[in-house]
Every structure is written in structure tokens, then in C-alpha cells.
């Protein structure tokens, strides 16, 4: 399993890049089964002065032309251009000479670079960035959380069934409960296109529970939460602020194996990142301020998510279906 990590994306690049490397390799080392390769895209010279001494046989460098870019002012630069370590890693993923690519880049630059290199799924119009949110239960599935701002009730069913699929596959949860995010549940408040697709996913054999609200998704109540971007993304960046406000809330003497299993549960470093659905490949979108635990979890994340064949399943799912367009799904799922 070849896994290409963008090793100057990120806020603590290439210290917390290299070092998730060296860390993901370590753990395969344990394993007796893993046959993990992490592919290292970026300038050879800089990468092999910051690898110094600590070197793994599983570690490979693909010397790439141009350096990834910095422009706070043009976020998806690196994105467009076609010599930048992102770009040059999903390139060399479409030619099937990498399983998946990594990056904690910003997220602008590998969605475009992303849709530039690999090919849209079957019957996907917009590929979505899905999240596993901490639950009562378990963890609930949110998507979109930051690929594109607004979404229509086309998109929104085309979210249900990228999350459909994922669920069932990656996580394991057999016909999942999908939900759609809004202000509340009475089937004719909210916008127009969340109502419209209400009515969609109700007349499908999705099993689909209706509108949710905010408190539904820590109380686990679905699997699959559907929105657009903008909220999708809010959510994201509220929950990764409450374990520092529970860490606060909780008294002083409050046991310490209480307070080391909410750290654990609401810890983004060790979900990795999130994935890019609805593409021919394996894109893992990591925060930008991950730490090298994060980008370790994030190359395990994109081994799992390629061993699957994820992007297939997805595509086969819609042509089981008939799903094209905004059609109601005629069986049952397959």
C-alpha cells in the first residue's frame, strides 16, 4: 500500500508531516500484515535535512518542481498550480503509482487539486468532505463539512448516498439512519432546498429519519447527517473546541480516568483527517494544524479507505440504484 503525503502542507510542516510519517511507519513495523510505503512529495534537499538520521525503509521521496504555496490571500494556489506537491501527488495517483494522497494543505488547494487530477464517480456531480462526529452512541457521519458552501437538493441526495455508502463500508454500520440538518423537524420549515430534498429522500428506500436538529447529532441519533458546507464546517470547528471547554467545566478533583476519556473521544488528532467522496481515488483532507499523531492516523485512515476500494463502491452503488440525477430509488438498496 502506497500512501503520498504533501510533506510541506500544513501549519507545522514538514516537522509534523515527516514525523506523522515516521510514525505511521513504526506502527506497520508491529504489524506483521502491513506492507505500507509512504511516498513523501516535495522538495528531495529540504526533506531528506529534516529526515536526518531518522530514516525507514518504508519511507520513499518523489522530488517534485515547485514548493507548496503559502498565500494567505489565494488559498487554492497550490491547488491550481500543477508543479505543487499536491498537485504532483494526485497526478502520480491517477496513474495508479500511489494508493491515496494525504495532505494537511488548506483544504481549498486539494479540493481543486483534487477535481484537476481524479476523475468524478459515476453519476456524482459534486464530490463532498464528510466528518465522524463524536456521539452518545458512537460517532455520527457529517458531510458536507467544507467543500462547497451551499447545496442543493440535488447535491443534498447525492450526499446521502456517498454517505450511504461510506458508512456501511468504512464503518461498518449496516443500512445506516440518514438525517437532514435543520432549525427543526417539521417537514415544511427551512429552505427551499432542504425541503425539497426532504421530500426526495422520504419517497427513497434510503432509511432516512427525517429532519434533524443540532442536539441529534451528539445525542447519536442518526449515522449520516446531511448539510451544506458552511454549517457542516461550523459544527466541525465547535466540536473541536469543546474538549477544552469540558476540560474547564469539570471540577478540579474530577477523576483523571473521566478526564483522559473525554480527551480520547473528542480528539481530533486521532481521527487523521477527512475524505474527499465522490472521486476516482483516495484524497484525505487533514486539518491544518495537525501534529505528526494526526497525519499518522490520517495515512492508516487512507490504507483503510484504499483497501475498501471505497470510490468503486460508491460507484456501483449508484448504477445498482439507478440513481442519476433526482430520481427515487425504485428497490431495495443494494
Same mark, same amino acid.
Given at each position: 500500500?502506497?500512501?503520498?503525503?504533501?510533506?510541506?502542507?500544513?501549519?507545522?510542516?514538514?516537522?509534523?508531516?515527516?514525523?506523522?510519517?515516521?510514525?505511521?511507519?513504526?506502527?506497520?513495523?508491529?504489524?506483521?500484515?502491513?506492507?505500507?510505503?509512504?511516498? #513523501?512529495? %516535495? *522538495? /528531495?534537499?529540504? $526533506?531528506?535535512? !529534516?529526515?536526518?538520521?531518522?530514516? =525507514?525503509?518504508?519511507?520513499? +521521496?518523489?522530488?517534485?518542481?515547485?514548493?507548496?504555496?503559502?498565500?494567505?490571500?489565494?488559498?487554492?494556489?497550490?491547488?491550481?498550480?500543477?508543479?505543487?506537491?499536491?498537485?504532483?501527488?494526485?497526478?502520480?495517483?491517477?496513474?495508479?503509482?500511489?494508493?491515496?494522497?494525504?495532505?494537511?494543505?488548506?483544504?481549498?488547494?486539494?479540493?481543486?487539486?483534487?477535481?484537476?487530477?481524479?476523475?468524478?464517480?459515476?453519476?456524482?456531480?459534486?464530490?463532498?468532505?464528510?466528518?465522524?462526529?463524536?456521539?452518545?452512541?458512537?460517532?455520527?457521519?457529517?458531510?458536507?463539512?467544507?467543500?462547497?458552501?451551499?447545496?442543493?437538493?440535488?447535491?443534498?441526495?447525492?450526499?446521502?448516498?456517498?454517505?450511504?455508502?461510506?458508512?456501511?463500508?468504512?464503518?461498518?454500520?449496516?443500512?445506516?439512519?440518514?438525517?437532514?440538518?435543520?432549525?427543526?423537524?417539521?417537514? #415544511?420549515? %427551512? *429552505? /427551499?432546498?432542504? $425541503?425539497?430534498? !426532504?421530500?426526495?429522500?422520504?419517497? =427513497?428506500?434510503?432509511?432516512? +429519519?427525517?429532519?434533524?436538529?443540532?442536539?441529534?447529532?451528539?445525542?447519536?441519533?442518526?449515522?449520516?447527517?446531511?448539510?451544506?458546507?458552511?454549517?457542516?464546517?461550523?459544527?466541525?470547528?465547535?466540536?473541536?473546541?469543546?474538549?477544552?471547554?469540558?476540560?474547564?467545566?469539570?471540577?478540579?478533583?474530577?477523576?483523571?480516568?473521566?478526564?483522559?476519556?473525554?480527551?480520547?473521544?473528542?480528539?481530533?488528532?486521532?481521527?487523521?483527517?477527512?475524505?474527499?467522496?465522490?472521486?476516482?481515488?483516495?484524497?484525505?483532507?487533514?486539518?491544518?494544524?495537525?501534529?505528526?499523531?494526526?497525519?499518522?492516523?490520517?495515512?492508516?485512515?487512507?490504507?483503510?479507505?484504499?483497501?475498501?476500494?471505497?470510490?468503486?463502491?460508491?460507484?456501483?452503488?449508484?448504477?445498482?440504484?439507478?440513481?442519476?440525477?433526482?430520481?427515487?430509488?425504485?428497490?431495495?438498496?443494494?
Amino acid at each position: 500500500m502506497k500512501i503520498a503525503l504533501d510533506a510541506f502542507g500544513g501549519d507545522y510542516a514538514p516537522e509534523a508531516t515527516i514525523g506523522g510519517a515516521l510514525l505511521a511507519c513504526q506502527k506497520a513495523d508491529l504489524s506483521d500484515h502491513s506492507e505500507l510505503e509512504v511516498y #513523501l512529495f %516535495g *522538495k /528531495k534537499d529540504r $526533506i531528506l535535512k !529534516h529526515l536526518g538520521k531518522n530514516y =525507514s525503509d518504508r519511507i520513499k +521521496i518523489f522530488d517534485t518542481p515547485n514548493e507548496a504555496s503559502n498565500d494567505l490571500v489565494d488559498p487554492h494556489a497550490s491547488g491550481r498550480d500543477g508543479n505543487s506537491p499536491i498537485r504532483t501527488a494526485l497526478r502520480q495517483h491517477h496513474k495508479g503509482n500511489v494508493d491515496a494522497v494525504v495532505s494537511a494543505g488548506t483544504t481549498g488547494a486539494q479540493v481543486v487539486a483534487t477535481l484537476f487530477e481524479l476523475e468524478k464517480c459515476s453519476g456524482i456531480t459534486r464530490p463532498v468532505i464528510g466528518s465522524s462526529f463524536p456521539t452518545a452512541k458512537g460517532s455520527s457521519f457529517v458531510l458536507d463539512v467544507g467543500a462547497r458552501l451551499v447545496a442543493s437538493a440535488h447535491h443534498l441526495v447525492q450526499y446521502a448516498t456517498m454517505g450511504h455508502v461510506y458508512v456501511q463500508e468504512v464503518l461498518g454500520i449496516s443500512n445506516p439512519r440518514i438525517g437532514l440538518l435543520n432549525v427543526g423537524h417539521e417537514k #415544511l420549515i %427551512g *429552505k /427551499k432546498s432542504s $425541503i425539497d430534498a !426532504h421530500k426526495l429522500l422520504s419517497e =427513497s428506500n434510503f432509511n432516512f +429519519i427525517g429532519f434533524v436538529e443540532g442536539h441529534d447529532i451528539p445525542a447519536g441519533n442518526a449515522d449520516v447527517v446531511l448539510t451544506n458546507g458552511v454549517v457542516g464546517n461550523v459544527l466541525l470547528k465547535y466540536t473541536e473546541g469543546l474538549p477544552t471547554l469540558l476540560q474547564e467545566l469539570l471540577p478540579k478533583d474530577c477523576d483523571k480516568q473521566i478526564r483522559d476519556e473525554i480527551a480520547i473521544r473528542f480528539d481530533s488528532q486521532a481521527y487523521g483527517g477527512e475524505p474527499l467522496l465522490g472521486v476516482k481515488g483516495v484524497s484525505i483532507i487533514c486539518h491544518g494544524s495537525s501534529t505528526d499523531r494526526a497525519i499518522s492516523s490520517a495515512i492508516m485512515q487512507a490504507e483503510r479507505i484504499s483497501e475498501v476500494k471505497l470510490h468503486e463502491k460508491i460507484e456501483k452503488f449508484f448504477n445498482a440504484n439507478k440513481i442519476k440525477r433526482i430520481v427515487c430509488l425504485k428497490k431495495p438498496l443494494a
